[in-house]
């Protein structure tokens, strides 16, 4: 999928997840919504705009498949109305909590379940982090 097809599903499917939700969790009962990397979190922000609090749980620089969220941050995946997390195991330090808030009832939209991953292909850099994924895998990093 291209890139800016890839922004208008997104776009539309969180408009879509996020009619109705409300909540008086929020300071002044705004929307709440966590995204789990800064790429969603900016995409998230450009679409609601002011009419929804976001929150970016990984700062610029972490590495998604080992990060651990704190527990203030759990916190904010607790009181959210709509986590956007990217899948596929991308965020696998926070598979547990995610799951978690799942069963509490928080809305959990995992982005790459709504586009055509690619399969895993071993890079070529040796440097690269991709030890978690075999060839055939579906590459979490759309």
Known sequence: MRSGAMVVVVASLLVGTLT???SDDTA????????TTTILGDLVHN?????AEVEVLMPVGVNPHDFQASAQQVAAI????????????????LHDVLEAA????????????????RLFVEAVDADADHEDHEDGDLDPHF
């Open 28 to 35: 002044d009962g705004s929307t709440s919504v966590v995204a």
């Open 78 to 93: 607790q009181r959210a109305d709509l986590v956007v997390a990217n899948g596929l195991g991308l965020e696998a330090g």
């Open 102 to 117: 799942v069963a509490d009832g928080v809305r959990v939209w995992e982005v790459a379940l709504n586009i055509e991953p």
């Open 47 to 51: 679409v609601v705009g002011e009419n």
């Open 20 to 22: 109705g939700c409300s």
